[in-house]
């Protein structure tokens, strides 16, 4: 398996704020405004093989035993359903209110 770990710069697609480089110099892949991503990774994460590249929207939230919290993400176009791990600068609990309130 091979992927490339990468940081950086881009604007969002869906609020069009600008997302800097991860704080923790870690892969960033989604929004930390909005948590909206982009469907690149087709198998893996990082992968970039995936030719959808349409948007992900966070759909739900998960917690792995020894990892962090995960966010699923969910392609808007094609349904597939991806797990990311949350940066330690995402609007994480925003986005935990507005899923208790959806529910
Ligand atoms: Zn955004
Ligand atoms: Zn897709």
Known sequence: ???????????????????LPHPDWSARNHCPKCLYSKHLDKNFPWDRLS???SLMKPVWIDYKKNKDYMIKHRCLKCGKEILNKVASDDDF?????????SL
Request: with cysteine; glycine share 0%; hydrophobic share 40%.
């Open 1 to 19: 398996m091979w992927f490339i770990m990468r940081n950086e710069q881009f604007k969002c697609i869906f609020c069009h704020s600008q997302v």
């Open 51 to 53: 030719t959808c590249e």
């Open 93 to 101: 609990l925003d986005f935990v209110k507005k899923l208790n309130k």
